[in-house]
């Protein structure tokens, strides 16, 4: 018996919060919405690449490659936010 594939949870929901951690990275009153975003899509990410391989359930190829580029855009805008949170707070960007 063929098992269905089914989407991995929350990985257009890494994908999204990912993408929209990098812009955001730039806005001066936005930096620390976008630290949360990028938190939060590097803990789906991983929550999602977790849940695959701790079940057999099969997943679709779009799917976890979501949930992988989500990580990645998380970890840019993460690190994004807080480069320029340090450079806002030091007034070096003033």
């Known amino acids: 018996m063929k098992q269905e594939e089914r989407n991995l949870p929350l990985s257009t929901v890494a994908m999204v ?3 929209l951690s990098i812009p955001l990275a730039f806005a001066i009153h936005l930096v620390s919405l976008a630290f949360v975003l990028g938190v939060l899509a590097l803990a789906f990410g991983l929550w999602g690449d977790r849940t695959r391989s701790a079940h057999l359930l099969r997943y679709t190829e779009a799917s976890v490659g ?3 580029k989500g990580w990645k855009m998380g970890a ?3 690190g994004c936010s807080v ?6 707070s030091s007034n070096a960007l003033l």
């Not at 480069?83 to 806002?88: A, G, K």
């Open 66 to 68: 979501r949930a992988r």
């Open 17 to 19: 919060f990912g993408a």
């Open 76 to 78: 840019i805008g993460t």
């Open 83 to 88: 480069v320029m949170w340090i450079l806002w």
